[in-house]
């Protein structure tokens, strides 16, 4: 059974840190490309981070570049997102997301407020 769990969210204050965590069980993690996704109330989901299997390239969204870092750790099926600088616009549930060919699959989503 494929499974996608994120921790780690939860009310920080603008320009506090937050480090999300998705662990993966129920398929071959390490070739898998692993993404967080985050969705705003009322708006449509965007891609926030991207990894591919290995971890030798990432890519992010125009509006959190410099501010979130992805990384995995295949040995522990884990994937991370690292989130500095946090504004109320970052508020959202954010998704983890692992997909490899034409399979893909999604966590239940966790929330972050950023909000004094």
């Known amino acids: 059974q494929v499974q996608l769990v994120e921790s780690g969210g939860g009310l920080v204050q603008p320009g506090g840190s937050l480090r999300l965590s998705c662990a993966a069980s129920?398929?071959?993690?390490?070739?898998?490309?692993m993404s967080w996704y985050r969705q705003a109330a009322g708006k449509a989901r965007e891609l926030v981070a991207y990894?591919?299997?290995?971890?030798?390239?990432?890519k992010y969204g125009d509006s959190v570049k410099g501010r979130l870092t992805i990384s995995r750790d295949n040995a522990k099926n884990t994937v991370y997102l690292q989130m500095n600088s946090l504004k109320p616009e970052d508020s959202a549930v954010y998704y983890c997301?692992?997909?490899?060919?034409?399979?893909?699959?999604w966590g239940q989503g966790i929330q972050v407020t950023v909000s004094s």
């Open positions: 990894i591919t299997s290995t971890g030798g390239f990432t």
């Open positions: 129920g398929f071959t993690f390490s070739t898998y490309a």
């Open positions: 997301n692992a997909k490899r060919y034409s399979y893909a699959y």
